[in-house]
């Protein structure tokens, strides 16, 4: 596909080293930026799109990311007078829908822009709960608080996800889930016409409806970097849960993991 940006080859990359003075870098989209300046640039583009993420959301994925939310909800198993923590909650969408039924949810997101228009809806919709501004890094929560963590469509912008698995593993209780619902590795038959669509379509929607081709360029890119399923599996196995398993959707271009605090 001639013209289609494609990741940087591993080898490419000078990630900082312990002990040897260079400085630490991260992937924003297909650049290599240091890790302090990450979050900050993510956090700008957030701060520009927030006021039509929910529009955007709907034209990109032709609504299917109600779809995809409603099937994480059903893997989640929340019961009523659960403790749920929504972490990236964003505009609020699963954060509502397990206070509807009945779960104590708490809402949390590094970004201010995106966790008040989260708020704002859920005020909007008559329900008003917590939202704390945090970095699900450093997640402001005893352990064992929580029996089911969330987090959709947000991961994969986290600067060392790693740390931020263990975090959200630390804070459920025994027998608590986390469900993490992501961009993931399409089937190898459509990556041509998602590359096509991803890398000339969504930077055009974006120039068109929210006034920023930028914004929805990083987002293509940073989904080819996000782990693959089997990786993204393996990574919250070694966060500290077991039976690990993970549920494509549309042909892998999202899917949704599940894992189990067992002790």
Not at 44 to 66: I, K, P, Q, T
Not at 147 to 169: I, P, Q
Not at 227 to 256: C, H, K, S, W
Request: contains cysteine; glycine residues 10%.
């Amino acid at each position: 596909m001639g013209g289609v940006p494609r990741a940087p080859r591993e080898g490419r990359r000078q990630p900082g080293l312990a002990g040897t003075g260079a400085v630490a870098e991260a992937d924003f989209g297909y650049q290599r930026v240091p890790e302090a300046v990450k979050a900050r640039r993510v956090g700008e583009v957030f701060d520009r799109v927030a006021a039509r993420y929910d529009l955007m959301n709907d034209l990109m994925s032709a609504g299917l990311h109600r779809a995809w939310k409603a099937f994480a909800m059903s893997v989640a198993r929340v019961r009523a007078g659960e403790r749920v923590l929504d972490v990236a909650s964003g505009s609020g969408d699963l954060a509502r829908a397990f206070a509807a039924g009945g779960a104590s949810v708490w809402m949390s997101d590094i970004n201010g822009s995106m966790l008040s228009r989260g708020r704002d809806r859920l005020l909007d919709a008559g329900r008003d709960l917590p939202a704390v501004q945090c970095d699900a890094e450093n997640l402001p929560f005893p352990g064992s608080s929580f029996d089911c963590v969330s987090v959709a469509f947000g991961l994969r912008n986290m600067t060392h996800k790693e740390r931020a698995l263990a975090e959200m593993a630390r804070v459920l209780r025994p027998g608590g889930r986390l469900v993490v619902l992501e961009f993931s590795r399409v089937a190898p038959a459509l990556e041509k016409p998602y590359d096509l669509y991803s890398f000339r379509v969504l930077p055009w929607l974006g120039e068109k409806v929210a006034g920023d081709a930028a914004a929805y360029r990083y987002l293509a890119e940073s989904i080819r970097l996000h782990p693959d399923q089997e990786t993204l599996r393996r990574m919250i196995e070694a966060a500290g849960l077991e039976n690990v398993e993970y549920f494509n959707l549309a042909a892998g271009v999202a899917a949704v993991h599940r894992g189990i605090k067992l002790r």
